[in-house]
């Protein structure tokens, strides 16, 4: 069982940047597959960036890539996602999610994961 718990959402201005972190429960953290989603009102969740267990393998959706970074601590039992150039289309709920699946990083959807947080807003103004 894990537990997530996002963090750092909030209001920015477009060009601006910020750091979403997640504080994952449970001794067994390292072994999971981690991903950043997002949402917005009327739109499916949708994947933003994968990291495997090892930093060894991240990917990214087109609209976030270069922009966008996925990071880890597994001695902290945390992900980040780095955001910088924020634009007003990126505003929406972000979630963390984890699984032990694996697949390519780039194949993974929302019905691979296994454990969801809450969610944290970010909201870019133009």
């Known amino acids: 069982q894990v537990r997530l718990v996002e963090s750092g959402g909030g209001l920015v201005q477009a060009g601006g940047s910020l750091r979403l972190s997640c504080a994952a429960s449970?001794?067994?953290?390292?072994?999971?597959?981690m991903g950043w989603f997002r949402q917005t009102p009327g739109k499916e969740r949708a994947v933003l960036a994968i990291?495997?267990?090892?930093?060894?393998?991240?990917s990214y959706a087109d609209s976030v890539k270069g922009r966008f970074t996925i990071s880890r601590d597994n001695a902290k039992n945390m992900v980040y996602l780095q955001m910088v150039s924020l634009k007003p289309e990126d505003t929406a709920v972000y979630y963390c999610a984890a699984t032990l699946r694996v697949r390519s990083a780039s194949d993974y959807r929302v019905g691979d994961m296994n454990y969801w947080g809450k969610g944290t807003l970010v909201t870019v103004s133009s």
């Open positions: 449970g001794r067994t953290f390292s072994s999971y597959v």
């Open positions: 990291i495997y267990s090892s930093n060894s393998s991240t």
